[in-house]
């Protein structure tokens, strides 16, 4: 029972006994509108988690998080969701997927938005990032089905199929055509950063300043720490479980999002085979990185370039970051080496990391 309830049958039962009736309805009524009122302005929240785009969702808005703010936020993460989902038949991306090969599918200014995004990404690491690799993503099993490794022959049928360049997009209509049939479009690296912006934008719409934004590891923080401080955002150690970190990022409101072999994967004879694709050769990259993680001021691009540098590798991965105006990064090696661009303030806790 709450505080409220108590408060409220206490003062019931106190004052049944020794008043005259009159004054015992004043005050009935009295707490009876003091109860309405104290529950219509929303105890606090302090964080929210939630399941959403298959992973924990969790948000954190320092500051009289509201009920009605962390419903506004899930709720968009829904749509979103209703919108990106490869796995949900009736959204946008899979109505785009349904007509490959036949024609153009309108879809919502939103979901235009992100492809668009995504294509331009793919443009700029030469294709190292490519959404058209759903294909390839199902072939191995990680669009819900049994990861397993496929043969060759099914490897080679399917290549054809993983080109960006067959990304027909038309801004005046939002339509977007995939002109090969059987290409799926997948927005697996790209949308969920997207997700956690549009959450971001909802917190400061509030009106709320400090807030910690985790959709499944795409983390945007919100604001400075009570104390003036930096924030600290722990960074996942690639080669253990969830939650156990190598050390952690000192940095002011930014989104920091990590690609990394550790998210899904199988072993099979002593090997990893995770879920992001070299979409050249159709298998999961191994270029000697555990994971690279991107600093950047919104989650959707570096969402979509935590993928483009792990795919692309440390050299051509870091030329990619030290081009853009900015972003910074943090390369993790398979022999627990760690490289970082310049502008990045990190503090190392496991000693077997250096
Ligand atoms: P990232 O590196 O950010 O992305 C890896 C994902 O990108 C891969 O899973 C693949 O989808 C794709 N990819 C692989 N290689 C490349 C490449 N070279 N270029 C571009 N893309 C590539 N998961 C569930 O289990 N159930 C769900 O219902 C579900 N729904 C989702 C709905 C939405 C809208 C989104 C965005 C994701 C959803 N997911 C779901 C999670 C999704 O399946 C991916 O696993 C997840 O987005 C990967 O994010 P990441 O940060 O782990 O890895
Ligand atoms: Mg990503």
Redesign the pocket.
Known sequence: MGCKQKFFQKSLTTNHTNQHKPYVRYHLIFLVLLFLFLSSCERPEYSRIDVA???VCTVTLFDQGKNSIYNDIFNRIRE??NL??I?ITASDLSRVNASAGIEPVQVHEETFKVIKRAVYYAELCGG????T?GTL?SLWG???GTPRIPSQEEINSVLPLINWRNIELYPETNSVFLTQHNMIL????I??GYAVDEAARITKKAGITRAIIDL???IMVLGEKKDKGLWNVGLQNPDDEQGITIGYLKLSESAVVT?GVY??FFIEEGNRYH???Q?YDGYPVNNGLLSVTIIAENAMDA?AL??AA??LGYEKGRALIESLPSAEAVFIFQDYTIQTTPGVNLVITDKSFN
């Open positions: 785009l298959g992973t979103i969701e990106m989902s796995r190292a990032f490519d959404p690799v993503v990680f669009n819900g997948d927005l697996g690296a949308a969920k499944g590891g795409d690609s998210e899904r879920h992001i694709f979409p969402d935590s993928t792990f795919v």
